[in-house]
């Protein structure tokens, strides 16, 4: 469903497919939009025109995915002129906040950990845990992934029909696993476990600064050194800090 200038779209699982199958599609077809949208010769075409360029220099087409898992009450809204489908849900808010928060951290995709949870192991551990927040309008924290699409490594696309397995054993990130695990032991020094009691923010810090010089231009590492700056006491956690913080933009 066309919403502004976003789209929802719903994943059901159909006859005997399993949840996790489900999932692993879902983010498996977001993966695949965004790999298309980069090799489309009709979409750099028109973002390096000269009108395009001449009103906003450096343009790049570029989308943002959030993806969430929860309940909806689906059903027809409209007139006799016409009739969408909607669906009406906390949870809907829920990834519309996600999609809109891919700016904050530089990712493409952004997902809850509801959704994660239910990815088939081999595909979690190509993802990337990025944070713990409360977004807004909601008041359970929640710990938010990403995966870092392949876009630069011109890969062949594997076809529709392709076994979700294959597609991720094909689709690799572009982040290695050695950063994706030096990026982890970060994020936890930075949350402090469960309670946020054993925090460590100059280490974090470090071996944030460290990824970047590896991945220059890595969104997550920038957004959370970020965070640190603005909301560190003398380097370290604030007082009170409960091992998430409050994502009060939209």
């Known amino acids: 469903k066309n919403i502004g200038d976003a789209f929802l779209l719903v994943w059901k699982p159909k006859g005997g497919m399993a949840i ?7 983010l498996r077809s977001y ?20 009108g395009v360029q001449q009103r906003v220099p450096g343009y790049q087409v570029k989308m943002g995915f959030g993806l969430h898992f929860g309940l909806a009450v689906e059903g027809a809204i409209g007139s006799k002129r016409k009739i969408d489908a909607s669906y009406l849900s906390p949870h809907v808010n829920t990834t519309a ?11 493409a995709i952004l997902m809850s950990e509801d959704i994660f949870s239910l990815l088939s192991p081999n595909v979690q551990k190509l993802c ?15 710990s938010l992934y990403t995966y870092d699409v392949p876009v630069f490594k011109g890969l062949p696309m594997p076809p529709h029909s ?6 991720f054993e094909r689709m690799q990130p572009y982040t290695s696993k050695a950063f994706r695990q030096q990026f982890d032991t970060a ?5 402090g476990g469960e309670t946020g009691g054993s925090t460590d923010w100059p280490l974090a810090q470090k071996l944030l600064l460290d990824c970047l010089s590896k991945q220059p231009k890595d969104g ?13 006491e003398a380097g370290c956690a604030p007082k009170g800090w409960m091992g998430y913080r409050e994502l009060t933009e939209k």
């Open 20 to 26: 996790c199958t489900a999932a692993d599609c879902a």
């Open 187 to 191: 994020v936890r020094y930075y949350m």
């Open 128 to 142: 990337r845990l990025i944070d713990r927040v409360v977004l807004k309008g909601t008041a359970r924290p929640c």
């Open 220 to 232: 997550p590492s920038m957004a959370l050194l970020e965070v640190m700056r603005k909301e560190g």
């Open 31 to 50: 993966i695949r939009t965004i790999m298309q949208m980069a090799k489309s010769k009709e979409l750099l075409q028109f973002a390096m025109s000269e």
């Open 162 to 167: 392709a076994d979700p397995a294959y597609f």
């Open 97 to 107: 906040r996600l999609e809109a928060a891919t700016k904050q951290f530089g990712v």
